[in-house]
């Protein structure tokens, strides 16, 4: 064996370890080091239990705002359609009774600019708490899911009328 052999056979052999190291760190897995988990910038991964435990509260908490705010949302919808009725449009197809489906809310500045803001602020929540499930960090999982759990208990029949 001849040294260019051996040294290509070095340097393959070598490209190939580093690849598939590559590869096995970006594979996408759940993990359960809380220590090290970064979550929406650098600034904001916690060093210590204190700090998890207290992020973990913050994901729990913003869970419950995003379900009492999409109840909020549902209620302000109800009430903005009551309180605007004389504008709406009825839309019948010849029906010979009306029914509530039929009417549609004309557009009003007064009514849809507050209900875009409001909505914004809503899904703005939602990717946030997307972001914190897409760290793969089982904590940070489990803190979402059992916050929208409390935040249906409580406001998940407010939003249906019952």
Do not use: C
């Not at 703005?124 to 997307?130: K, N, Q, S, V």
């Not at 760290?135 to 979402?144: I, K, R, Y």
């Not at 899911?145 to 249906?160: D, N, Q, T």
């Amino acid at each position: 064996m001849d040294m260019s052999t051996a040294t290509t056979t070095s340097s393959s052999m070598s490209m190939s370890s580093t690849s598939s190291s590559d590869m096995s760190s970006t594979e996408m897995a759940f993990n359960t080091n809380n220590l090290s988990a970064m979550l929406f910038s650098q600034a904001w991964m916690p060093t210590t239990t204190a700090g998890y435990v207290g992020t973990w509260f913050f994901l729990f908490f913003l869970a419950i705002i995003w379900r009492a705010s999409a109840a909020s949302l549902a209620k302000l919808d109800a009430f903005w359609a009551a309180k605007n009725a004389r504008y709406s449009i009825l839309i019948n197809g010849g029906q010979d009774q009306p029914t509530q489906k039929d009417l549609v809310q004309a557009w009003r500045l007064s009514v849809n600019l507050p209900r875009a803001a409001l909505r914004m602020i809503h899904q703005g929540i939602a990717y946030l708490l997307m972001i914190a499930v897409m760290t793969m960090n089982v904590g940070f999982f489990f803190a979402v899911l059992v916050g929208y759990f409390f935040g249906e208990l409580i406001f998940g029949r407010v939003s249906r009328g019952d």
